[in-house]
C-alpha cells in the first residue's frame, strides 16, 4: 500500500509537471494543445450554454471574488427565487439564440432539501422537456439530492475548484477544496455529467493553477465539462483591484487543460467582455470548445450575440446543435 509520504510526493510530480507544461513556450504548448485539440473534437464545433441566476444574492459563503456574498456592499441586491414560468420562458429564449444547455446558478452556499429545492426540481424537468440539456449550479449537495437531481432530468451539475489548494484559504474561508471535492463525488455517484474548473486572476502563483488543474485532471473519470474563467472584477468585493490577467495566462492554462483532459468539453466561460477577438480566438484554437452565450453570465455581462456571432463567421465557427 502507498504511505502518505510516496502520494505527496506522486501528488507533488503531478503539480510539477503541470507546472512545467504551463512555463513552456507557448507555441510549443498552443502547437501540441491543438494537435490533442482536433484528434478529440470537431475544431470548427463549439458548444453553446446560457446561464440564469435563478436565486440571487445574500449568499453565506465568503468567496472573495463574487458579487453575490452577503459579506461584501456589491452593487447586487438579494432577490427571492425565480418562478419556474420566468425560468422556462428564458429557456425558450436560450434555444432561439442557439443554446443547446441552459444553466440555471443559485447563490446558495448548499442545497436545502424543501420548497425551494423542489421548485429547482420542477426547472429542470420543464427545461429538459423543451429539448435543452440541463445543468444547475447550487452550491454543495448530499447523495439523495444529487439522485433527486438526475431523476428529474439532470445532464450536468456545475461545481467549481475554484483555486490551486495553496491559494484557497486566501480567496474562501467559509468552505474548504475538500468540501467542493466531496460534493463533486456526489454527482458523480448519482450518475450526472460533471461539470468542473476554476477561476484565474485571483492573484494566484503559477504552481496554485497547475495545482487546479493537476486537481482537476485527477478526477476520476476526468469532468466531461471544465469551465475556466477569468475574474470579473466586482467592484465592493476583496479582489475589485487585483491585477488583472494577462492574455497568455488565460491562453496557457487553457492549452494545458486539453492537454491534460483530452476528451473534455472545455469552456471559455466569464471574461470574456475584457479579451479581445484575438485573445478568445487563440483560446479557442489551443482547445477551448465551449462558450457562455447571451448578454448577461450570472450577475455581470457577457458579450453581445451580435459580436459573437461575427467572431464566428471571422473564424468559421459553428454552435454545436444537437
Ligand atoms: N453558489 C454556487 C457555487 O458557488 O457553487 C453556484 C453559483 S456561483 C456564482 C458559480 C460559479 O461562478 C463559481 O463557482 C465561480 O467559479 C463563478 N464566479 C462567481 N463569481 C465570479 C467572478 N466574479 N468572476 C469569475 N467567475 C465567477
Ligand atoms: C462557471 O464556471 N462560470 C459561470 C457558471 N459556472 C455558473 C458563472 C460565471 C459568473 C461570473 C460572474 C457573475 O456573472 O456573477
Ligand atoms: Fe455564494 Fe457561489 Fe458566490 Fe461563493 S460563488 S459567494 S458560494 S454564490
Not at 484528434?39 to 446561464?51: A, E, F, Y
Not at 492573484?203 to 469551465?227: C, F, M, N
Request: proline share 4%.
Amino acid at each position: 500500500m502507498a504511505t502518505t509520504t510516496d502520494s505527496a510526493v506522486r501528488a507533488k510530480t503531478t503539480v510539477d509537471e503541470v507546472a512545467a507544461l504551463l512555463a513552456r513556450p507557448l507555441f510549443e504548448l498552443l502547437f501540441e494543445a491543438a494537435s490533442v485539440h482536433r484528434r478529440h473534437h470537431d475544431p470548427n464545433k463549439v458548444q453553446c450554454s446560457q446561464l440564469m441566476n435563478i436565486k440571487t444574492g445574500g449568499c453565506p459563503e465568503d468567496c472573495s471574488y463574487c458579487s453575490q456574498s452577503a459579506h461584501y456592499a456589491t452593487a447586487v441586491e438579494r432577490e427571492p427565487m425565480q418562478a419556474v414560468d420566468e425560468v422556462v420562458a428564458d429557456a425558450r429564449r436560450a434555444r432561439e439564440n442557439g443554446a443547446d444547455r441552459f444553466c440555471m446558478g443559485a447563490a446558495w452556499r448548499e442545497v436545502r432539501d424543501g420548497a425551494e429545492f423542489d421548485r429547482v426540481l420542477e426547472m429542470v424537468r420543464e427545461v429538459k422537456e423543451l429539448g435543452l440539456e440541463t445543468c444547475v449550479t447550487l452550491g454543495m449537495l448530499n447523495d439523495d439530492q444529487a439522485r433527486r437531481l438526475k431523476e428529474a432530468g439532470l445532464d450536468y451539475y456545475n461545481h467549481n475548484l475554484d483555486t490551486g489548494r495553496s491559494h484557497y484559504d486566501a480567496i474562501i474561508s467559509t468552505r474548504t477544496l475538500d468540501d467542493r471535492l466531496r460534493t463533486v463525488e456526489s454527482v458523480r455517484r448519482a450518475g450526472v455529467s460533471v461539470c468542473c474548473g476554476g477561476i484565474l486572476g485571483m492573484g494566484e502563483s503559477q504552481t496554485a493553477r497547475a495545482e487546479l488543474l493537476a486537481e482537476l485532471a485527477g478526477l476520476d473519470p476526468q469532468p466531461e465539462s471544465v469551465p475556466i474563467n477569468a475574474l470579473v472584477p466586482v467592484e465592493g468585493t476583496p479582489l475589485a483591484d487585483v491585477q488583472p490577467l494577462d492574455w497568455t495566462d488565460m491562453v496557457r492554462t487553457i492549452a494545458a487543460a486539453r492537454i491534460l483532459m483530452p476528451r473534455a468539453v472545455l469552456r471559455l466561460s466569464a471574461g470574456r467582455t475584457e479579451m479581445t477577438e484575438e485573445g478568445q480566438a487563440l483560446c479557442l484554437f489551443a482547445g477551448a470548445n465551449s462558450i457562455f452565450v447571451g448578454d448577461e453570465l450570472l450577475t455581470t455581462p457577457n458579450p453581445a450575440p451580435a459580436s459573437d456571432a461575427a467572431l464566428f463567421a471571422k473564424l468559421g465557427l459553428e454552435a454545436l446543435q444537437r
